[in-house]
């Protein structure tokens, strides 16, 4: 069957669309898209989704309904992470997209996102050994640990790339007490979650991640077979926040091009936190996925429900 899953985040809007093999229980791509409308902006100061934002966002899912339409998809999962379970008029505009879309936002706890990106980055492996996904988004991280079984451990952290960008990174570029002040706040969040489960296999999902491959991969345009279990090593990821740390927004998207655009004001507070992260669990290396929660979606409301 065909499955179109969609995951709206602080910053990013995504589409897959998949065919589904319910007795395989494989997902393969046929179509992705993304698109950056960043709905989260403000987000900690105004505690609500603006109004202009909520434009952008229809705007962007009319576009996939048409899209999705073409696929004839049987289903159209929705995932709605962070940025709704904070904001204060998420009923509103999960009525909006009803009424204006057809269809059904469904917003997901910060166990469920956790869950999500695990199961997504972990859908194309055939054995799991004990692994360890983190997942930084636009105003949470999530890290989960499981192996072949089950999940092991899961949270979900309030510090997220935009947020973290809006509180801490105020300049552009950054001064170096922004930078430090981010660096303790990353690693005070990583130590409340000291857990001895955290593997030294750590696969990385979303934006920040892939982005940060493309940068090291010299790429112009993003190229999921390139970017699909790249291996970004710390030390590699020390100098990209060195480089990055020392320009402003437009200087970064100069330099990386269009791979970066929409995320140029917000990549170096996503690397910070991965820095942090690998430094605090003293990983020296990670592999990065292209899958996520929107095929963690497809896992969980498609698998596990055959199953049930």
């Known amino acids: 069957m065909t499955i179109a899953s969609i995951d709206i985040g602080t910053n990013t809007v995504i589409l897959l669309i998949a065919e589904v093999n319910t007795v395989t229980k494989s997902i393969v791509p046929v179509f992705n898209d993304y698109n950056m409308p960043r709905i989260g902006r403000g987000i900690k100061q105004n505690g609500k989704i603006s109004s202009e934002s ?7 899912l009319r576009k996939y309904k048409s899209i999705i339409n073409k696929f004839n998809c049987g ?16 009923s509103e505009i999960i009525e909006t997209i009803r009424k204006e879309c057809g269809m059904e936002l469904i917003v997901i706890d910060g166990n469920e996102e956790a869950e999500y990106a695990y199961l997504g980055a972990t859908s194309a492996l055939k054995t799991i050994g004990r692994t360890t996904v983190i997942d930084i988004g636009g105003s949470s991280t999530e890290i989960i640990t499981g192996d072949t079984t089950k999940i092991l451990s899961k949270v979900s952290l309030q510090l997220g790339s935009v947020t973290a960008t809006e509180e801490f990174l105020k300049s552009s570029p ?55 279990n790249f291996t970004l090593k710390k030390d590699d990821l020390i100098h990209m926040i060195s480089e990055i740390s020392k320009l402003d927004s437009t200087g970064i998207l100069n330099k990386y091009g269009t791979i970066m655009q929409g995320r140029e004001d917000i990549i170096l507070a996503g690397a910070i936190i991965l820095e942090q992260f690998l430094k605090y669990y003293k990983i020296e290396n990670l592999s990065v996925s292209t899958r996520g929660i929107r095929y963690g979606a497809i896992v969980k409301n498609i698998f596990y429900k055959t199953t049930d």
Do not use: W
Request: glycine fraction near 4%; proline fraction near 1%; aromatic fraction near 6%.
């Open 174 to 228: 950054p001064t170096i007490n922004e930078i430090e002040s981010l660096n303790s706040s990353a690693t005070n969040h990583f130590r409340t979650y000291n857990n001895s489960l955290v593997s030294s296999q750590i696969i990385a999902v979303a934006g920040t991640a892939t982005t940060l491959a493309c940068m090291h991969l010299g790429l112009k345009e993003f190229d999921e077979d390139l970017v699909d």
């Open 75 to 90: 289903r159209i999962i929705v995932s709605g992470t962070n940025v709704f379970r904070i904001a204060s008029n998420s």
């Open 54 to 60: 909520i434009s952008n966002l229809l705007a962007v």
